[in-house]
C-alpha cells in the first residue's frame, strides 16, 4: 500500500464542535484529496490539493475547509460539526492524474 | 460540472454469470478514466485504468472494461463473477485540472 496514514481512524464528537481529521503520506505525490463515503452516494469529492498552500473546492465543501502547510500532510477541518457531517471519510492522493491512492478511512460520527 | 454516472445500484448474480457494470461520464475534454473496487470493511483498490490508446483494458482479477468515446461511457466486464467478486465498484475520472471524481459505486453481490 502506498504511505499514506488518516488519523484519527475512528472519532465520535457532539454537534457544534470542531473537528480535524489528518491525512499524511509519505509518498511526495502533488495531488492529496478529501472525500466522503455515504451510502448511495458513493465518493464525494469534499476539497483537493494540487500542491503547499494550493487547494480547491470539490462537489460538496460547504461546512469543511482544508489546509496544506507541507506537501506531506493535508488538514480536513469541520468548524462546527453538525449530523449531517456523519460520514466515513476517505484521503487520497495522486503523483499526477494517473492514478489515486486511498487511506484506510475516518468514520466520523456527530451525535 | 464534470459527473459521472452508474446505473446499476445494486446487482446480484449467481457465480459463473456475466457481469456488465454501466458508466458514463459528462466532461467534453481529454480524461484518464478508472474502475475502483471496495471489499466490505476496506478501502478503495484500483482495479484498471485507460489514458490512451486501446480502448479495450484489461485489469486485475479478470476484469475489463471498453472506452467508447462518442458514448461518454466506460463499462467494466467479467466472463465469468466469482463469490469473491463480492464488492462495491466505482466508476471514476480524472480531469487534465487534477480533479478526480467518482460515480455513486454499484455493490455487487455474488451468491455461491
Known amino acids: 500500500d502506498a504511505g499514506i496514514t488518516q488519523s484519527p481512524r475512528h472519532k465520535v464528537t457532539e454537534t457544534g464542535t470542531p473537528v480535524t481529521l489528518r491525512c499524511h503520506q509519505t509518498?511526495?505525490?502533488?495531488?492529496m484529496y478529501w472525500y466522503r463515503q455515504d451510502p448511495g452516494h458513493g465518493l464525494r469529492l469534499i476539497h483537493y490539493?494540487?500542491?503547499?498552500?494550493?487547494?480547491d473546492k470539490g462537489e460538496v465543501s460547504d461546512g469543511y475547509s482544508v489546509s496544506r502547510s507541507k506537501t506531506e500532510d493535508f488538514l480536513l477541518t469541520l468548524e462546527s460539526a453538525t449530523s449531517s457531517q456523519t460520514s466515513v471519510y476517505f484521503c487520497?492522493?495522486?503523483?499526477?492524474?494517473?492514478?489515486?491512492?486511498f487511506g484506510q478511512g475516518t468514520r466520523l460520527t456527530v451525535v | 460540472a464534470q459527473s459521472v454516472s452508474q446505473h446499476n445500484h445494486h446487482v446480484i448474480l449467481s457465480e459463473a454469470a456475466s457481469l456488465e457494470l454501466g458508466c458514463n461520464y459528462s466532461?467534453?475534454?481529454?480524461?484518464?478514466l478508472f474502475w475502483y473496487v471496495q471489499y466490505p470493511g476496506q478501502h478503495l483498490q484500483l482495479l484498471l485504468k485507460?489514458?490512451?490508446?486501446?480502448?479495450l483494458v484489461k485489469g486485475i482479477k479478470g476484469f475489463e472494461a471498453e472506452f467508447i468515446k462518442s458514448k461518454f461511457s466506460f463499462n467494466l466486464r467479467k466472463p465469468s463473477v466469482q463469490w469473491s467478486d463480492t464488492a462495491e465498484y466505482f466508476c471514476?475520472?480524472?480531469?487534465?485540472?487534477?480533479?478526480?471524481?467518482f460515480g455513486q459505486g454499484t455493490e455487487l453481490s455474488v451468491k455461491p
Open positions: 487520497a492522493i495522486s503523483p499526477s492524474n494517473t492514478e489515486a491512492f
Open positions: 509518498e511526495n505525490h502533488r495531488y
Open positions: 490539493s494540487y500542491g503547499v498552500k494550493d487547494t
Open positions: 466532461y467534453g475534454g481529454t480524461v484518464n
Open positions: 485507460y489514458f490512451s490508446g486501446d480502448p
Open positions: 471514476a475520472v480524472y480531469n487534465q485540472g487534477g480533479k478526480l471524481i
